[in-house]
């Protein structure tokens, strides 16, 4: 079973508006990630964030994490046409070792 | 940077054909891994590699899939027999743990699509 869970499964907003995905897992971790993924393409890292951290900001990105709901978002600002693809959580599992495990994913699609 | 290196990019085959997958990780990474993506199941991953021994292979769906990776410039992923149920997008990442600025990212590569008639 996927260790985390994004929700929604599919996004569908106008260009310039905020798009919010979130991601519920079930162990306990070190570190999340978010990653994107174009259609046809391989994944790609966005950002980390540490068991220690609250929030974090990459650019139009930002990332929130609770611990003790376990759970994480991703916003992503002012959209863009170009923002349109799958993102991904993925956990590290909290016992030190390098394996992720991924989630099942969120379609973004955003329309001009 | 070349990135990770898969290939092929597309491989068709009929069931019962060997089917192999070829990696090249970033140069510098110690960490390879093979995941499986399909609609019904998602991304999972199959095995793992930290310089070079395979560290956990718990998700290889059984045995006729097995890996290697001989040196640290490559590894392959190798079904025999294959099967329809075996037709999924590939994808091998690498990284090295610790690496300052790159802790725990992985990096992919642009995946192999497997049809299996």
């Known amino acids: 079973s996927q260790q985390g869970e994004e929700d929604p499964q599919a996004l569908s907003i106008q260009e310039g508006e905020n798009a919010t995905m979130n991601c519920s897992y079930k162990t306990s971790i070190n570190n999340l990630q978010w990653y994107r993924q174009n259609s046809g393409r391989g994944l790609v890292h966005l950002i980390l964030i540490r068991s220690n951290e609250r929030e974090k900001h990459s650019g139009r990105l930002r990332v929130t994490l609770d611990t003790s709901k376990k759970s994480s978002s991703l916003l992503i600002t002012a959209s863009r046409a170009a923002d349109t693809a799958s993102y991904f959580c993925?956990?590290?599992?909290?016992?030190?070792?390098?394996?992720?495990?991924f989630g099942t994913g969120t379609q973004l699609k955003v329309e001009l | 940077d070349a990135g990770v290196i898969q290939s092929p990019r597309h491989e068709v085959t009929e069931m019962g054909q060997e089917v192999t997958l070829r990696c090249k990780p970033i140069s510098g990474h110690n960490s390879l891994f093979w995941y499986r993506q399909t609609m019904m199941r998602g991304l999972e991953l199959l095995i793992y590699f930290n310089n070079n021994v395979p560290i956990d292979d718990s998700g290889m769906p059984e045995d006729r899939f097995s890996a290697k990776m001989p040196n640290a410039s490559f590894s392959t992923l190798k079904i025999q027999p294959s099967e329809p149920r075996d037709s999924a997008v590939y994808f091998c990442?690498?990284?090295?743990?610790?690496?300052?600025?790159?802790?725990?990212?992985?990096?992919f590569g642009p995946g192999t699509r497997l049809t299996v008639l």
């Open positions: 993925a956990t590290d599992g909290g016992g030190g070792g390098n394996k992720l495990t």
């Open positions: 990442a690498s990284n090295h743990p610790g690496l300052a600025g790159s802790t725990d990212t992985q990096y």
